[in-house]
């Protein structure tokens, strides 16, 4: 069977106009702008207005400026694969929606629940199904509008996220050394209480029944979710680099997901990152979940330190908890 590769065709990438800094919080609730940067880096973040934006209209407008990058259209798509945790609906998919919205015709089309390591999830079986020859040109979009379902009348969770999301067209490409060179996708569901959104009161565990909550809003127990993310991130990366035989020194740039500007700095340190490849944009949009990793791609390919010919390594992880990297040949 022949083995395709993978073309990052075209990036793009879509925020609201709104801005909520954390002075905005501070007359919301019991905290600190110099708290929230000193324990996550962040400033601001960015939040739809919940009239004319939504998680919808941000992943459109991601892809629809990916395919513009990629002087495609939609309707030369035959995959679009969405990941997000706050689609407006479960049905239909806001994947199926996208599709109609731009005209992607007939092109199979589902949302990803991966929590903040939705894009990379999706990237990893975008070029998995292309190098099989199964999908010629597919449409991987990562968005989320988390202040959707953050209750910012309390204080431990609401300050970490922002909306927005980035989006990356991927095709066939002649030369199989194109695209994905190592690929890893993980979960231990066994945790899955550190990180969660219940719907209903019989979903909440056992260490959070104490406590006054608001079903539909995101809980965490902040300290479990940050000593996994430090071990994780720094796991994935060595075995990314182990397993393809590649230095740091080989790598363009880590595109990593943006949960807490401490976690991204004990990976700097551990593993010896050079700083000026590792972008850094919490400060901006907070965690934007799986939005954040295609923003940091699109920051990066519009600035241009991402080329053709350059290897880059994704890193995500987040609730489930999952993980997901990629040793990735642009
Ligand atoms: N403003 C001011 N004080 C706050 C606060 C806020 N927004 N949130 C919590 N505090 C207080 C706590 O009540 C606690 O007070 P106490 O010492 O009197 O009990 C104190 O600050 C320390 O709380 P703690 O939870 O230990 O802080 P922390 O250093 O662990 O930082 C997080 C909290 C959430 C920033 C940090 O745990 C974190 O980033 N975790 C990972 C989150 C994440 O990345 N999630 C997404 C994964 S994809």
Redesign the pocket.
Known sequence: MTEWGVRLAGIGSAYPAGVLTNHDLEKM????HD??VQ??GIHRRHVIDGETESEFTLARDALTRALDAADMKASDLDLIIHASVTSEMTCPSNACRIAAALGAGTAAAFDLVA??SGFVYAMNLADSLIRVGRHRAVGVIGCDALSTVSDFTE??VS??FGDGGGAAVFTRDDDPGRGCLHQELGADGTNWET?YMPRRDADVPAWDKENSIRLGCLR?N??E??KF?VNRFRQVIEDALEATGLGVDDVAQFVC?Q??E??IESAIQKLGLPRDRVHVNINEYG?T?AGSVGLVLDELWQAGKITPGDIIVCVA???GLTWASNVWRV
């Open positions: 609730m019991d905290t600190s708290w929230i324990r996550t929590a903040c204080r431990t300050i970490l990180l965490m902040g300290r979710v940050f993310a997901h949960s807490n401490r976690i965690n979940s992880f987040g609730g």
